[in-house]
């Protein structure tokens, strides 16, 4: 996969294990498969909302992803903002 990232804010270890968990979660509710591999990428501008979004890797038996959430001021994400992207 790609580097998407220009890691423009800092998350804490916290901040980006909870993220991981909620966007993996999501993803899984989404896709309707187990995800395999889920890794966070780091962060960058999302120039369509003008917010910081974080940046993940995310895996199925069968196909790989990008997926893209938009975080708050308190570097929360937002949950309705996820974006997924197949990898070709």
Do not use: A, P
Not at 24 to 47: A, I, K, P, Y
Not at 49 to 71: M, Y
């Amino acid at each position: 996969m790609h580097k998407v990232t220009t890691n423009t804010i800092k998350l804490t270890e916290k901040q980006e294990e909870k993220n991981w968990f909620t966007v993996r979660d999501l993803f899984e509710l989404n896709q309707n498969e187990e995800c395999t591999h889920c890794s966070f990428l780091g962060t960058r501008l999302n120039l369509e909302t003008r917010n910081q979004e974080c940046v993940f890797e995310l895996s199925t038996e069968e196909n790989d992803f990008i997926g893209l959430i938009d975080l708050n001021s308190n570097k929360q994400i937002l949950k309705r903002t996820l974006k997924i992207i197949k990898e070709n």
